[in-house]
């Protein structure tokens, strides 16, 4: 019964993937793209985000730059 579902589900996800891949579209990320991680996170999630830095600099051609301050805005309250 676990495999059907398994094979059912997976059927479902391949007619959603070909059905959205029928349609291409171009994407392009900003210069200056900044990957924020804050200072105190366990070292897994540096990690994730090296991985996403690789992702997207392989998709895209640019790669983001990971930080763990974000800029001072004025303004205040």
Request: net charge negative; with cysteine.
């Amino acid at each position: 019964m676990i495999r059907l579902s398994l094979i059912l589900n997976l059927i479902a996800f391949t007619s959603i993937l070909l059905s959205c891949t029928a349609s291409v579209q171009k994407f392009a990320i900003r210069e200056g793209l900044q990957i924020y991680v804050y200072p105190d996170e366990a070292p897994p999630v540096y990690e994730a985000a090296g991985d996403l830095q690789r992702d997207l600099k392989n998709v895209f051609g640019e790669t983001p730059s990971i930080v763990d301050q974000l800029p001072e805005y004025g303004g205040g309250s």
